[in-house]
């Protein structure tokens, strides 16, 4: 053990670097990997959201956004939440068969080539806290957030509640869900 081989120390030196080096280089390569999954389509980027319009509020300080939300690409979508400058909150809902609304749990899944309807009675994005009550004629800007990080605005019309302030009344969506 006195002996200790210089040569035997170097090649240890240079096994050592050269694992260092292969693991940056895999390192590496999972980054590289990574980014390719980043250059690829975001969600946002596979959706387009037709017909939205927000409910003039029928309850104190909340409302829904409703729409049309078609998932163009080849791969899923799923919409988890947004934000608002009017609103405090933004969730993703549904309406249970008894008609309760609640948040969607993972959030709102839209398979390729599908479209979800949001409509009054059954899934929605809510809006919560909302800071001021929008009016008939106003638009709302809702920034739809994805399961993958990625947002879409998205400025919808304020319409009457005339005819959808059942909307929360359990028999009309109990009916509207028998349609
Ligand atoms: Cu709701």
Known sequence: MKVINMKTTKKLTALFAAIAITALALSGCATNASNNTDAMATM????????????????PGMTGMFGLIENTG??????VGGSSDIAGMVEVHEVTAEGQMQKIEGGLVI????????EVGGNHVMLMN???????????????????????????????????????????EMSQMGN
Request: no cysteine; hydrophobic share 40%.
């Open 111 to 118: 398979a390729a080539g599908k479209t979800a309807t949001l």
């Open 44 to 59: 946002a980027d596979q959706v387009t959201v037709t017909d939205a319009w927000v409910k003039e509020p029928t309850m």
């Open 130 to 172: 909302l800071s001021t009550t929008p009016a008939v004629g106003e638009e709302v800007t809702v920034t739809l957030k994805f399961k993958d990080g990625s947002t879409l605005e998205v400025t919808a019309p304020v319409k009457s509640a005339a005819g959808g302030d059942e909307s929360y009344n359990e028999n009309a």
């Open 74 to 79: 080849d791969a899923e979508v799923v919409l």
